[in-house]
């Protein structure tokens, strides 16, 4: 066999590694509707990253964007929504009801806690 035949092969097993590699680096983050916010109050993650958002607290409750690019809509107790983030997703949110109530994702490295 040519040795120039396993060029595209050596490529293709490349680059379909590669793509393993990148789907496989996505995070998962949860974060919960508590009564007085969100816990964790700040997410650090990567553009790519997926959050659920968690209904913890006793009433129907929904969260969105200070930019309004997206909202979880009317969430029941238990209920979730799940929100990939990218380098558009708005970073800061709150309860909708009460903006007080606020949390934040990051693209910064998380702070290291000793």
Known sequence: MEP????PVIFSLAAF???LATSASAAEHEILFVEGGFFPAVTYLAAGDVVTFTNLTDSTVEAEAGDESWQTGQLNVNATYTLTVTAATGLAFAYATDPEKSGALSFDPAPINN
């Open 17 to 19: 590694a590669a793509s």
């Open 4 to 7: 120039f035949m396993f060029k």
